[in-house]
Each structure stands twice: as structure tokens, then as C-alpha cells.
């Protein structure tokens, strides 16, 4: 166990000292005086136990905690020992993260063996709460078939992505994908089958974007690329690779299904343009692209 040992009283330190290494439980101690120091120990290693002197000469033990507030702990187990039984102060302290806190004389390793338990289920539900909190905000970015960026996600990197250009002079280009006769295909082979379509064609559609662009589902048989560092000509090639994925059959349930998109494409004004009147421009040449007929693109 990796004890950590503050106090600014030579004394207290080794009289503490010499009560842990007469534990059991004890088998690296590393001693502190002052506050400074232990906020950067606290955050540069991992330590299962502290034992933390309230009044030090440079902080107080709360003021020590305060500063660690809302840091990653891991399952470090903070104890602050005292001279005096302050309730108020017990309370400030525990309320501020530490797990325990009691008199010099009263540390021992039942004491310890508590703390550790309480910081052990700190630990457990500080990573509950984060898969929690990673699971609300894919569920809020993400389409669920896909796992590719949602509409609402996809247009607030867009609008991030019209004000980098504006800085950097860069062009970007969106495209927007709707697959050609899709309902007919799900009339045809079930609903199924065209959530298999769907996913297979995300995957596809991977390959053809480059780091640093966005993929995303806007809804149904739509899909938005939008191609950072991409004039009008870079797009058209972008629209070749999206048609040079769609060359091969999709095998779905073993059938092998051909599957056509319309690809309608806008360059982004950095200067006059927002996602919406963007997406209205590329909406419009999707529609021209569909009446081109099947794997066409229009810009
Ligand atoms: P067009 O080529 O003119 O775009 O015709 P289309 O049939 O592809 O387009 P339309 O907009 O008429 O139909 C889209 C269909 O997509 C209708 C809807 O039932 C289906 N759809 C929407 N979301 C999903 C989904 O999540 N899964 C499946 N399987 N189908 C979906």
C-alpha cells in the first residue's frame, strides 16, 4: 500500500511513521510537509492512502482539498487528522472529498481500512457516473443504426468548421447522399434488410472520407459528407469514390442487392454561408442529381 504521509510537524510525522510501519497494511511511505508539494504528488501519483495534517504552514487541509476538488482521484483515500475534534470542519472536509477525519491519535488501521472502503466506493460510483455520462452524450451525438454523427451533432461541427475556414481561408464542401428507390428496396426485402443497407453503406461510406472530415446520417436514406480542405473538383472525386464503393453488391441475408445514391454537392461560401443555406444549395443539386438518374452528382 502506498501511504502518503503530510505534515508539517518533524514530530507528528514520525510518531505517525513509526504507528504505520508497526501496521500491517503499511508498505511505502512517502512524507510531505508542506501543501504545495502534496497537490503535486496527489496529482502526479497514485496513492491509497493520505494522510493529511489539518493545519499545515502553507494551506489548511480543506484548502488542500478544495484545490483537488473535481480532479480524478482514482480510489485515493483522503484522511485528514487533527489535533482538535472540529464537527463543522469534519463535515466542510468530508463534503470536500476527503473520507475520514479524525483525531492524531485515533489513526489506526481499522481507521484506515475504513477510508480505504469509503474511497472504494467513491471510486465505483465516480465510474458509474462517467459511462453514464459517455453513454447520454453518444446517444445525443450519435445515430443509433450507424453509430455515425446525428444531424444535430454534424451541423454543430459544421458551423464549427465554416468558422475555422473563415480564419484559415480554407474551402470546404458538403455533400449530401440519398439512396435511389430505397423504399422500394424495403417493400421489396423487408425493413430488415434495408436497416442492413443502411449500416453496410456507413461502413462504406468511411472509406471514402479522410481525416479530419464528417460523416454523418441525417435521417433515413440521407447521409452528409462534409470534406474539409475540398474545392468543387476535390468533392466530384469524393462523389467518384462514394459511386466506386457502391460498385461491388451489398450481400444482405443472401441476396445480392445493388445500391444506387444521388449525390448532390455545395462549396461552402466561408463568407456569406451558414449550415442551413449550405444544406438548402446541396439540397437542391441532390434533386437535379435525381433527376440526372441513378449514381449521379450535381454541384
Ligand atoms: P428517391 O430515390 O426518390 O429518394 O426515393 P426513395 O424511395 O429512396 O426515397 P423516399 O424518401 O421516398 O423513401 C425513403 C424510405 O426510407 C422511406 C422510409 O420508409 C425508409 N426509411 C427511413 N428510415 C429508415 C430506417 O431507419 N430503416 C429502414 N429500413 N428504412 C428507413
Do not use: W
Amino acid at each position: 500500500m502506498n501511504i502518503l504521509l503530510v505534515d508539517d510537524d518533524e514530530v507528528d510525522r514520525l510518531s505517525m511513521k513509526r504507528m504505520l510501519t508497526r501496521s500491517p497494511v503499511a508498505t511505502d511511505i512517502v512524507e510531505i510537509d508542506n501543501g504545495h508539494d502534496t497537490i503535486r504528488a496527489i496529482r502526479t501519483n497514485q496513492f491509497d492512502i493520505v494522510l493529511l495534517d489539518f493545519q499545515l504552514s502553507d494551506m489548511t487541509g480543506l484548502e488542500l482539498l478544495n484545490n483537488l476538488r473535481g480532479k480524478f482521484l482514482g480510489a485515493t483515500a483522503i484522511i485528514v487528522v487533527t489535533g482538535q475534534q472540529n464537527d463543522t470542519l469534519a463535515e466542510q472536509c468530508i463534503e470536500a472529498g476527503a473520507q475520514d477525519f479524525i483525531l492524531k491519535d485515533e489513526v489506526s488501521p481499522n481507521n484506515i481500512n475504513r477510508a480505504l472502503h469509503f474511497a472504494k466506493l467513491r471510486h465505483e460510483n465516480e465510474m458509474e457516473l462517467r459511462k453514464s455520462h459517455d453513454m447520454l452524450q453518444r446517444l445525443a451525438e450519435r445515430d443509433q443504426l450507424t453509430g455515425l454523427l446525428n444531424r444535430y451533432s454534424f451541423e454543430t461541427k459544421m458551423s464549427q468548421a465554416i468558422d475555422d475556414s473563415r480564419r484559415s481561408g480554407e474551402v470546404i464542401s458538403l455533400l449530401l447522399l440519398d439512396i435511389d428507390n430505397f423504399k422500394r428496396i424495403n417493400d421489396f426485402y423487408g425493413h430488415e434488410s434495408g436497416d442492413k443497407i443502411i449500416q453496410e453503406l456507413a461502413l462504406r461510406l468511411r472509406f471514402v472520407c479522410r481525416f479530419g472530415d464528417l460523416l454523418c446520417r441525417l435521417g433515413g436514406d440521407e447521409f452528409a459528407i462534409l470534406a474539409t480542405q475540398a474545392s468543387s473538383d476535390k468533392a466530384f472525386l469524393i462523389a467518384e469514390r462514394v459511386f466506386e464503393q457502391l460498385a461491388q453488391p451489398f450481400i444482405i441475408f443472401d441476396n445480392e442487392l445493388s445500391v444506387n445514391c444521388s449525390v448532390g454537392i455545395a462549396t461552402i461560401d466561408k463568407d456569406s454561408d451558414s449550415p442551413q443555406d449550405t444544406f438548402k444549395r446541396a439540397d437542391l443539386a441532390m434533386y437535379c442529381a435525381k433527376e440526372k438518374g441513378q449514381n449521379s452528382f450535381h454541384y
